[in-house]
């Protein structure tokens, strides 16, 4: 009885237990830092790139990851950097993403209508599909058609990450879906301003369909606000109206790909692909925004945070990605992102043309 007694009884970890478990994690934290330095020095230094002359109108995202590119190709990522890059890549991120979500509240969804709703949903949608189905046609990768379309129909670079995290696409393929969508919107950063007196759009439509269709949230500010403030303030929200829908896309890929995963043979040796259970943080963050008054400082500071962390994410990415892979990758892809930024500008426009 007694020796019974002392086998259910639980050993208390002793001090020495302790010890090793606290030099354990200091080695773990230890073996992060110098990736998290990398990246976040290169996040830095692409904030600081960004006020000079041209490079404004590009999100530090975007300077981050060309950065990263180069420094990996050029000079090398230390070995000594890697598992701290890969955090950046993936715990960072998903921490990123959900602090994303106090940028939105439901107030700013409900301003832009019903019917403004029901564009930006059939347009995304519509989108998504078309790009998917397009690259499967012409031969495209399926995961780096998912990132294009991702990124085209959501929002920019943030939503090609955020989906990599259940598409598990090569980081060629990330850096690759990212190129796409800076290209084209940055062309339609500059282009539509451009047309609203053509198309006769007035500013409530022409910043419906800047939000609904333009590609990051920098881009649609910029595009938006050269047609006055009533353009620009609906544009943005419409815009993160779309953001909005990142969560339930990124939860359905990983309910797709946990399935695919359930029926290929070969997978059955391997775990099945993860669910995204952080973007539920990302649903909570909105309503905490929603029902929170959160002070205007303490919220700027969030938003400059997040910002900071996607770059982090961003420059992690760049510094995995070799270039010589990122040829290998054709011209293909390019033309997919092509005809998903046509697709997005042009469907959109009909539907703001006809229920705007």
């Known amino acids: 009885m007694n020796a019974l007694a002392r086998t259910e009884t639980p050993i208390p970890a002793g001090p020495s237990q302790t010890r090793r478990q606290a030099a354990r994690d200091d080695r773990d934290s230890a073996r992060?830092?110098?990736g998290l330095l990398l990246a976040a020095g290169i996040a830095a230094l692409a904030f600081a790139l960004r006020h000079l002359p041209g490079l404004s109108s590009f999100s530090p995202m975007i300077i981050a990851i060309v950065l990263g590119i180069a420094f990996h190709n050029l000079v090398g990522t230390p070995a000594a950097a890697r598992p701290g890059v890969a955090f950046s890549?993936?715990?960072?991120?998903?921490?990123?993403?959900?602090?994303?979500?106090?940028q939105l509240t439901a107030s700013q969804v409900a301003e832009v209508g019903a019917t403004g709703i029901a564009i930006?949903?059939?347009?995304?949608?519509?989108?998504?599909?078309?790009?998917?189905?397009?690259?499967?046609?012409?031969?495209?990768?399926?995961?780096?058609?998912?990132?294009?379309?991702?990124?085209?129909?959501?929002?920019?670079?943030?939503?090609?990450?955020?989906?990599?995290?259940?598409?598990?696409?090569?980081?060629?393929?990330?850096a690759y879906a990212v190129a796409c969508v800076t290209v084209f919107g940055s062309i339609a950063m500059f282009v539509y301003p451009l047309l609203p007196g053509l198309l006769q759009l007035g500013p409530?439509?022409?910043?419906?369909?800047?939000?609904?269709?333009?590609?990051?949230?920098?881009?649609?500010?910029?595009?938006?606000?050269?047609?006055?403030?009533?353009?620009?303030?609906?544009?943005?929200?419409?815009?993160?109206?779309?953001?909005?829908?990142?969560?339930?896309?990124?939860?359905?890929?990983?309910?797709?790909?946990?399935?695919?995963?359930?029926?290929?043979?070969?997978?059955q040796s391997s775990p099945s692909a993860p669910m995204p259970w952080?973007?539920?943080?990302?649903?909570?963050?909105?309503?905490?925004?929603?029902?929170?008054?959160?002070?205007?400082?303490?919220?700027?500071?969030?938003?400059?945070?997040?910002?900071?962390?996607?770059?982090?994410?961003?420059a992690a990415m760049g510094l995995e990605t070799d270039i010589r892979k990122l040829r290998a990758k054709g011209l293909r892809p390019l033309f997919l992102g092509l005809a998903a930024f046509l697709f997005i500008a042009t469907f959109s426009l009909m539907l703001v043309k006809l229920l705007g």
């Open 120 to 174: 930006i949903a059939a347009t995304l949608v519509a989108t998504f599909t078309f790009t998917v189905r397009l690259g499967r046609l012409i031969g495209v990768d399926q995961k780096l058609a998912e990132l294009i379309a991702a990124g085209t129909s959501i929002c920019g670079a943030s939503a090609v990450i955020a989906t990599n995290t259940v598409t598990k696409a090569p980081d060629e393929d990330v």
């Open 278 to 314: 952080f973007v539920l943080g990302f649903v909570a963050m909105v309503g905490i925004n929603s029902l929170i008054d959160i002070p205007a400082e303490a919220k700027a500071w969030i938003v400059s945070l997040t910002t900071f962390l996607l770059t982090m994410a961003l």
């Open 32 to 34: 992060l830092l110098p």
């Open 89 to 102: 890549m993936r715990k960072v991120l998903r921490f990123a993403i959900i602090l994303l979500g106090l």
């Open 204 to 267: 409530h439509a022409y910043g419906l369909w800047a939000g609904a269709s333009i590609h990051e949230i920098a881009q649609v500010v910029a595009a938006s606000f050269q047609d006055g403030q009533q353009a620009g303030e609906f544009g943005t929200v419409a815009k993160l109206t779309r953001v909005m829908v990142l969560a339930p896309v990124v939860i359905a890929l990983g309910v797709a790909a946990r399935q695919r995963a359930k029926s290929s043979r070969a997978a």
